[in-house]
């Protein structure tokens, strides 16, 4: 059974950054395309960024040029760089992974982002 588990989540002020990684285990990291959603106060979950199997990557427009999604297949870790955060990134953070018909998500991790 594949298990996702982030870390990285915290309080940081406006225009600072933090980096997520998500760890895989329980199957084949390098055959998933992964991603990160996140979820803010009172708003639907929504797609952040993804990265497919050859490394391929895109982004939601609000996080374009400020996020980065990358991936260590030699880890089975993925990682979302956010740089220049702002109020409005406040969210739980989500990993999720899908081969096929198979998705899986990990638990989340909180991002505050505050003065």
């Known amino acids: 059974q594949v298990q996702l588990v982030e870390s990285g989540g915290g309080l940081v002020q406006p225009g600072g950054s933090l980096r997520l990684s998500c760890i895989f285990s329980?199957?084949?990291?390098?055959?998933?395309?992964m991603a990160w959603y996140r979820q803010g106060p009172g708003k639907q979950r929504e797609l952040v960024a993804t990265?497919?199997?050859?490394?391929?990557?895109s982004y939601e427009e609000a996080v374009k040029g400020r996020f980065t999604i990358s991936r260590d297949n030699a880890n089975d870790t993925v990682y979302l760089q956010m740089n220049t955060l702002k109020p409005e990134d406040t969210a739980v953070y989500y990993c999720?992974?899908?081969?096929?018909?198979?998705?899986?998500w990990g638990q989340g991790t909180q991002v505050t982002v505050s003065s």
């Open positions: 999720y992974a899908r081969f096929g018909y198979q998705e899986y």
């Open positions: 329980g199957g084949i990291f390098r055959v998933y395309t």
């Open positions: 990265i497919d199997v050859f490394q391929q990557t």
